[in-house]
């Protein structure tokens, strides 16, 4: 059964640090590209970050410079390492996994999901 699975999440203070991986199956994770995405309480789940299987990046334009977006492709897992953390970050936060492999922030081309990950930032 393909899946992905985050960990990571937590509370953290504000200008803090996490990091949260995604180990996906292999059928799921091979040449996808994978995508971070975050909920708010009573907002729409946002794109945060993409990369493609050869490691092309993209970035909603709130995290650059503060969140870094890895993969390590023999693991099958995807990371996100976020730094100078906001209480405006605070989320779940979802991995994704887009078979086709494009680098897209939309989230109907993700076709698999993790169940989430609580992000949550204290002024």
């Known amino acids: 059964q393909e899946e992905l699975v985050e960990s990571g999440g937590g509370l953290v203070q504000a200008g803090g640090s996490l990091r949260l991986s995604c180990a996906a199956s292999g059928r799921t994770f091979g040449g996808s590209a994978m995508g971070w995405f975050r909920q708010a309480p009573g907002k729409e789940r946002e794109f945060v970050a993409v990369i493609t299987w050869s490691g092309t990046r993209t970035y909603v334009d709130s995290v650059l410079g503060r969140f870094t977006i890895s993969r390590d492709n023999a693991k099958n897992t995807v990371y996100l390492q976020m730094t100078s953390l906001r209480p405006e970050d605070t989320a779940v936060y979802f991995c994704?996994?887009?078979?086709?492999?494009?680098?897209?922030?939309?989230?109907?081309?993700?076709?698999?999901w993790g169940q989430g990950t609580q992000v949550t930032v204290s002024s």
């Open positions: 994704a996994a887009n078979r086709q492999g494009t680098l897209t922030s939309f989230k109907g081309d993700y076709g698999y």
